[in-house]
């Protein structure tokens, strides 16, 4: 798949998304190629684990990917680092069931007043870290400022244009504070600059991990290995190549109902070759039979078809992150919204999808920024081509239109990226287009995307960081995610689509904030800022002792907190 941010996204970090190459979210997954895949794969194992044991995750993430310092990780809350980490909620998933969100360090999801513009938060008793010091409510009041800090920026920041001097805050070098965060004894308050319904999940994102106001900003060091505040604690990072997790020994479990701690280690191996990760666990050999969420690639989905045993090992899930291609509206080329309505027309969405695996592997066509399945979706096509494209729309929709040559920025670590571009270019020369396409390795092309914006065109996916429209769209299309490392890469800039998102955020009757959103879906498809492409499938492959390896409905990646091995 493309998936081009946390792996999926949850991205750049070490990540179960990243098993790929997620995040999260925008990493850039090395996901299932252009074989069509069978029916019959399911979404992964869900007996309970033993207790004990190693379990082996195989990780395409590279070194320059993984941030394990809570303020610059855009791990969702079933990723990696929340082995480590503990938030004042977490996530709780279900096979059968949505993902709900359930309290973690603190006693409850959080109590509203003020109409919703302020949140309180009473810590657990007897909560320590791995040196068995206590954990407090100010060192979660210093891991949020600190996330405000410049050294520190890359993480997940809902809260840094949410908290009162969020704006203007710069983090608590030289003894500054955040006045909108208040403590007292074990109580936390919050105080945010409007009614947000969506704050529990907030509160559950690694910037809200404690860290020990006592021991500094701890910078670069927590980058490898953060205060433990969860059941395991770094023991080994090897740069690049592995990390390996022991138990702590001051976490208890009756104060966690979101992690099962089953296996006494997790070894994290990193920088695989998709091919060769998936290809080992087909063999499940020796300790391979104890690894799991290697990505399935291109190569081996005939052999995943062709045994029923191992096909039995593979999870793939039940919906995914929207895949688009982006215009940066903001360049010369891309300003006349003729010209981008002609390309959404022409596109052939059905070669792209083959490219990233088929329906199975891959994903459903798309034509929507909501997928099914998330608050406020509704089926509409603004830009209806037929899943192969319609030169005839397309025409009409550009009529006079002069367009000059366009670039087409691609990921050179995503191999999919590059086949798709040449589907792309064919594309726009029927139209008379002519594309330029320039490939980058993963970290330029990121900061080419989110930072400088020196593209016409490039390919984007994106799975909301929590189920709720709130973080599918806001990310992508708020005027005050661009640039800075954000992902609003179309350089879109409206100030109607800003305050409908306001609007639609504070609406606290479910049904009506559904309505809200489905409607600001369509409101941003007319202004043609990307073209859907497809919902993306997240697929894997896992060790024959591996268990609880599901995907469940969100995030559409499995839960790194609960699996575990079968009987030792």
């Known amino acids: 798949m493309i998936q081009t941010r946390r792996t999926v996204l949850g991205l750049g970090a070490l990540s179960v998304l990243s098993m790929a190459g997620l995040s999260a979210c925008n990493a850039n997954p090395?996901?299932?190629?252009?074989?069509?895949?069978?029916?019959?794969?399911?979404?992964?194992?869900?007996?309970?684990?033993?207790?004990?044991g190693t379990i082996h995750i195989l990780s395409g993430a590279t070194s320059k990917e993984i941030h394990l310092d809570p303020a610059k990780s855009q791990n969702l809350g079933t990723s990696t680092l929340h082995l480590v980490v503990r938030g004042?909620?977490?996530?709780?998933?279900?096979?059968?069931?949505?993902?709900?969100?359930?309290?973690?360090?603190?006693?409850?999801t959080g109590t509203?007043?003020?109409g919703?513009?302020?949140?309180?938060?009473?810590?657990?008793?007897?909560?320590?870290?791995?040196?068995g010091s206590e954990i407090s409510a100010a060192d979660v009041k210093f891991g949020v400022e600190r996330s405000f800090d410049a050294q520190l920026q890359g993480g997940l920041s809902y809260h840094k244009s949410l908290l009162v001097g969020g704006a203007d805050y710069k983090g608590p070098a030289g003894g500054a504070h955040l006045d909108s965060v208040e403590v007292s004894g074990n109580t936390i308050v919050f105080h945010l600059v409007r009614a947000f319904a969506d704050w529990p999940w907030i509160v559950s994102m690694p910037a809200f991990a404690p860290i020990p106001v006592d021991k500094g900003m701890g910078i670069p060091a927590y980058d490898h290995n953060p205060p433990s505040s969860g059941p395991y604690q770094v023991t080994d990072?090897?740069?690049?190549?592995?990390?390996?997790?022991?138990?702590?020994p001051h976490w208890d479990k009756s104060t966690d109902e979101a992690r099962l701690a089953a296996p006494d280690h997790y070894v994290f191996e990193m920088g695989l070759n998709?091919?060769?990760?998936?290809?080992?666990?087909?063999?499940?050999?020796?300790?391979d039979k104890n690894a799991a969420f290697a990505s399935i690639s291109t190569s081996v989905i005939p052999k995943i078809n062709a045994d029923e045993a191992v096909k039995a090992r593979a999870a793939v899930s039940?919906?995914?992150a929207v895949n688009y291609l982006a215009f940066n509206t903001t360049r010369p080329g891309l300003k006349d919204i003729a010209v981008r309505k002609a390309i959404s027309y022409v596109i052939n969405k059905q070669q792209i999808q083959t490219i990233n695996g088929g329906p199975t592997f891959g994903g459903a066509i798309a034509s929507t920024l909501l997928p099914p399945g998330l608050q406020g979706h509704q089926q509409f096509n603004l830009y209806d081509g037929g899943d192969t494209g319609s030169l005839d729309k397309a025409k009409q929709a550009l009529g006079s239109a002069q367009v000059g040559p366009l670039t087409l920025l691609i990921d050179s670590g995503v191999d999919e990226q590059s086949q798709m571009a040449s589907s792309i270019t064919q594309d726009l020369k029927t139209l008379g287009i002519e594309v330029k396409v320039v490939s980058q390795d993963s970290d330029t092309f990121q900061a080419?995307?989110?930072?400088?914006?020196?593209?016409?065109?490039?390919?984007?996916?994106?799975?909301?960081?929590?189920?709720?429209?709130?973080?599918?769209?806001?990310p992508l299309f708020s005027s005050d995610q661009i640039g800075n490392g954000n992902y609003n890469i179309s350089r879109l800039a409206d100030p109607a689509i800003d305050a409908a998102i306001a609007a639609a955020q504070t609406e606290t009757d479910s049904a009506k904030a559904a309505s809200l959103w489905g409607a600001l879906d369509k409101q941003i498809m007319e202004h043609a800022p990307v073209v859907p492409l497809y919902y993306g499938h997240q697929a894997y492959i896992n060790g024959s002792n591996t268990t609880n390896t599901y995907i469940p409905t969100f995030p559409t990646y499995p839960n790194v907190l609960i699996v575990g091995l079968k009987a030792q």
Do not use: C, H
């Not at 919703?116 to 040196?131: E, H, N």
């Not at 080419?448 to 806001?474: R, V």
């Open 88 to 108: 004042l909620t977490s996530w709780k998933t279900d096979p059968a069931a949505d993902t709900t969100v359930v309290p973690d360090l603190a006693t409850d």
């Open 237 to 248: 990072y090897q740069l690049g190549s592995r990390v390996e997790m022991s138990r702590n």
């Open 30 to 52: 090395k996901g299932p190629g252009a074989a069509s895949a069978s029916a019959g794969v399911g979404v992964g194992a869900t007996a309970a684990p033993s207790t004990g």
């Open 116 to 131: 919703g513009k302020t949140w309180t938060y009473t810590l657990k008793s007897g909560l320590k870290y791995a040196d």
């Open 274 to 287: 998709a091919d060769t990760a998936s290809q080992r666990l087909i063999n499940d050999q020796g300790d």
């Open 112 to 114: 509203p007043s003020d």
């Open 318 to 320: 039940s919906s995914g």
């Open 448 to 474: 080419t995307q989110t930072e400088s914006g020196d593209f016409d065109l490039s390919f984007g996916g994106w799975q909301a960081d929590y189920p709720g429209a709130y973080a599918a769209l806001s």
